[in-house]
């Protein structure tokens, strides 16, 4: 029980933040779990269940289940819309938070939906006067952030990634052409409707492409790495598209499979046999009639030209660095890597940082899938553990 004496503030509540916030939980530590936007869950939370005859381990339905654990715990205290200001090194850290700007893209209709019913509150009012019908629990703005200074004795960084802006490859058309999603729009719209429909019409597409690597591995952009869950994503959303109708033409244009998880070399078999897969990434996408999409690649045998239509294209969009990565460091006073993630300073903990008392977790770190990004938060839990002289 003294372990309640310690306290750990935990920044971001996506899966790596939940997670590292429920394992400090179960040794009676107090934490103080900060999350900037108005809802926990992160982008986890807004992944769709891909299971076809089977589950094809995605990880999504464990981001649920953390969400539960930690809105459900009384050791865990959550300020949402809150953000740090400033940290003092005392014998832990002293910590001041303030209330987080609403992000812009969270303003347009007055009021926003959590992903989960899970979240709470569930609805966030942002303009009252745009909003005619205000649902029962409703919070305002206003209501959530946390403003004021609090004792430390450790501090977990998980405040996650941003994903690629798609709209950055202008060529692809995305945000002007309504067939043209993203990864993470196709995981939204599967959890909304159950399965995989066209923006334009509700209607399931027939003929689909997903092309990989957009915004990662991208030497224009500056992007060299590779952001390791867009190719287990797609596959596995393709799969399941594939399941639902098993005369929809799926083709996947990559330039190397990243594949990741169990039985992956089975799974990617599996793959080869239902997918066409070309080893090409077209540049541009134009529209058709029917709100199609026509593009041009080279053939990967003999290098000729080759023009397909699709009824819609997800393109896959990478893991980039959080958009307050420099911020964040230079507040902490720890360092990014050169990709613009947080460095870790020991190869054999990749949840360490030069600063005693302050650790990493999950994609703050660098691209990682949800079962990896628990894992590591798993493991920050247990640096934190340590540090604190509280056995694990
Ligand atoms: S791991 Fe993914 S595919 Fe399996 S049950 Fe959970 S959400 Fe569905
Ligand atoms: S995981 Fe696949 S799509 Fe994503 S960057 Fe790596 S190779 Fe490209």
Same mark, same amino acid.
């Given at each position: 029980m003294g372990n309640m004496n310690k306290r750990v503030l935990v920044v971001g509540g996506g899966i790596a933040g939940l997670t590292a916030a429920w394992e400090l939980s179960k040794f009676n530590i107090n934490v103080i779990l900060v999350e900037k936007t108005c809802f926990l869950g992160g982008h986890a939370i807004q992944f769709c269940c891909k299971a076809t005859d089977e589950c094809l381990t995605c990880g999504a339905c464990s981001a649920e289940e953390m969400l539960q654990?930690?809105?459900?715990?009384?050791?865990?205290?959550?300020?949402?819309?809150?953000?740090?200001?400033?940290?003092?090194?005392?014998? #832990?850290?002293?910590?001041?938070?303030?209330?987080?700007?609403?992000?812009?893209?969270?303003?347009?209709?007055?009021?926003?939906?959590?992903?989960?019913?899970?979240?709470?509150?569930?609805?966030?009012?942002?303009?009252?006067?745009?909003?005619?019908?205000?649902?029962?629990?409703?919070?305002?703005?206003?209501?959530?952030?946390?403003e004021g200074n609090i004792d430390v004795d450790a501090i977990i960084l998980a405040s996650g990634f941003k994903t690629f802006d798609a709209g950055e490859k202008g060529t692809y058309g995305y945000g002007k052409f309504k067939n043209i999603v993203t990864g993470l729009d196709l995981e939204r719209i599967k959890r909304e409707n159950g399965f995989i429909v066209r923006p334009s019409d509700n209607k399931e597409p027939q003929k689909i492409a997903f092309i990989q690597c957009v915004g990662s591995r991208d030497e224009n952009l500056g992007n060299l790495w590779c952001s390791q869950v867009c190719c287990p994503y797609a596959l596995r959303m393709a799969r399941g598209i594939k399941f639902r109708n098993p005369d929809a033409d799926i083709t996947i244009f990559y330039m190397d499979i990243q594949n990741a998880g169990k039985n992956a070399f089975h799974f990617y078999?599996?793959?080869?046999?239902?997918?066409?897969?070309?080893?090409?990434?077209?540049?541009?996408?134009?529209?058709?009639?029917?709100?199609?999409?026509?593009?041009?690649?080279?053939?990967?045998?003999? #290098?000729?030209?080759?023009?397909?239509?699709?009824?819609?294209?997800?393109?896959?969009?990478?893991?980039?660095?959080?958009?307050?990565?420099k911020i964040l460091s230079e507040t902490l006073g720890i360092d990014l890597d050169i990709d613009g993630f947080?460095?870790?300073?020991?190869?054999?903990?990749?949840?360490?940082?030069?600063?005693?008392?302050?650790?990493?977790? #999950?994609?703050?770190?660098?691209?990682?899938?949800?079962?990896?990004?628990?894992?590591?938060?798993?493991?920050?839990?247990?640096?934190?553990?340590?540090?604190?002289?509280v056995s694990g």
């Open positions: 654990n930690v809105v459900n715990e009384p050791g865990i205290q959550v300020h949402l819309a809150t953000e740090i200001k400033q940290i003092t090194k005392n014998d #832990g850290y002293s910590v001041s938070l303030k209330q987080s700007a609403l992000p812009d893209d969270q303003n347009a209709k007055g009021i926003i939906k959590a992903f989960s019913k899970n979240n709470s509150p569930l609805y966030v009012i942002t303009d009252k006067n745009a909003c005619s019908n205000i649902p029962e629990g409703a919070v305002e703005f206003n209501e959530l952030g946390f078999d599996k793959c080869k046999e239902e997918f066409n897969f070309i080893r090409n990434i077209p540049v541009d996408l134009y529209p058709m009639e029917g709100d199609k999409l026509r593009t041009r690649y080279l053939n990967d045998e003999d #290098g000729s030209a080759v023009e397909d239509v699709f009824d819609m294209v997800a393109l896959s969009v990478g893991i980039t660095p959080g958009s307050d990565n947080f460095a870790c300073t020991d190869k054999l903990n990749r949840t360490s940082t030069l600063k005693d008392g302050i650790f990493i977790a #999950g994609t703050v770190q660098g691209p990682k899938s949800i079962p990896a990004s628990m894992a590591h938060a798993s493991q920050a839990a247990g640096e934190v553990l340590k540090h604190l002289g």
